[in-house]
């Protein structure tokens, strides 16, 4: 089974931006639908973003919904996550993780592989 590596977190003021990256460590059969999910101290883990098999569906929590973009590699072992106008709530161990279900209103995502190290983010006031 595939091994997902989060990298791209750092420390950054509020207002300012980071980009995110997930890659598999090992080779893959096909391309999966993605998420990723953050959890902050104290705080279970939650869904921030996902998408589909070919990038032609997104689905976003209302925290980050237009200000988060999920996106995919031009191969299907990659997805990025582009954070624009972060906030201090936004502070937390980001992952990514293939899922089961992509997630709808209402619905959460379904994660389906095993969990990585994470990427610290921390957003300073």
């Known amino acids: 089974q595939a091994q997902w590596v989060e990298s791209g977190g750092g420390v950054v003021q509020a207002g300012g931006s980071l980009r995110l990256s997930c890659v598999a460590s090992?080779?893959?059969?096909?391309?999966?639908?993605m998420g990723w999910f953050r959890q902050a101290p104290g705080k279970e883990r939650e869904f921030v973003a996902t998408i589909n098999w070919n990038g032609g569906t997104t689905y976003y929590a209302s925290s980050v919904k237009g200000r988060f973009t999920i996106s995919r590699g031009n191969t299907e072992d990659t997805i990025y996550l582009q954070m624009d106008s972060l906030k201090p709530e936004d502070t937390a161990v980001y992952y990514c993780?293939?899922?089961?279900?992509?997630?709808?209103?209402?619905?959460?995502?379904?994660?389906?592989?095993?969990w990585g190290q994470g990427t610290q983010v921390t957003v300073s006031s």
């Open positions: 090992g080779r893959i059969e096909k391309a999966y639908a």
């Open positions: 993780n293939r899922l089961l279900t992509l997630g709808v209103p209402g619905i959460p995502p379904t994660p389906g592989g095993s």
